[in-house]
Every structure is written in structure tokens, then in C-alpha cells.
């Protein structure tokens, strides 16, 4: 009954910025998991940042002081920030949410509802 619409993939040169949203439809709990994940062709899907309902916020080593993940709650929309983008990060990026606060905190990615995906795409 939850749906996750992302936006604002596209093309950028390396070093660029771009700003991810997911907006969620449906009735979300008040307590919860989201998280933004990537894959690339031949590559496993791995988190690249993750929020719960209490702010507490991970993110991938790879993308240290480069990404943010926040959110507005008032929206039910999720965003990630990327700044200094590299070649490395080309990778459909997904948006995913799950009713655990906990599963957040963890390198899960078995998140019970995920968006479409947007195509991130930085050329050298």
C-alpha cells in the first residue's frame, strides 16, 4: 500500500552535484527505516545512506562528507544531496523504507517497500 516515486537522477560531470528526492505515498508508521541504495551493472546493491524516524543517520564509507541524507517529514519525501560526485557513483540509485527503526542502523537491505529507481550517471 506504500509507494516510492525517486527523482532527480541524471547526468553530471565528475565533481558536480546532484539532489536525489523519493516521495512516499501510502501511510507510513511513525516509527521507521529509509534509506537510499545503489547498484551498478554486475555489482551488488549496497546502502549508500540511511535514516530512521529519530534522525539517526548512516552512511557508506565511499560516501563520507560528499552525500547527506535528510528528510521532510511534512513532505513524506526523502532526499539525498550528493556533492564531489564521481565516476564511482554511477549507479541506479533506489529509495527504500521499512517499518523497523532498527534496520537503518544495520547494513540491511532487506527494506519491505523500494522505489523505482533513478539513474545517477558522472562522466570524467
Known amino acids: 500500500q506504500v509507494q516510492l516515486v525517486e527523482s532527480g537522477g541524471g547526468s553530471v560531470q565528475a565533481g558536480g552535484s546532484l539532489r536525489l528526492s523519493c516521495a512516499a505515498f501510502?501511510?507510513?508508521?511513525?516509527?521507521?527505516?529509509m534509506g537510499w541504495f545503489r547498484q551498478a551493472p554486475g555489482k551488488e546493491r549496497e546502502a549508500v545512506a540511511t535514516?530512521?524516524?529519530?534522525?539517526?543517520?548512516r552512511y557508506a564509507d565511499s560516501v563520507k562528507g560528499r552525500f547527506s541524507i535528510s528528510q521532510d517529514n511534512a513532505k513524506n519525501t526523502l532526499y539525498l544531496q550528493m556533492n564531489s560526485l564521481k565516476p564511482e557513483d554511477t549507479a541506479m540509485y533506489y529509495c527504500a523504507l521499512d517499518p523497523r527503526w532498527w534496520v537503518s542502523l544495520q547494513g540491511f537491505s532487506e527494506y519491505k517497500h523500494w522505489g523505482q529507481g533513478t539513474q545517477v550517471t558522472v562522466s570524467s
Open positions: 535514516i530512521n524516524n529519530n534522525g539517526n543517520i
Open positions: 501510502g501511510y507510513i508508521a511513525s516509527s521507521y527505516s
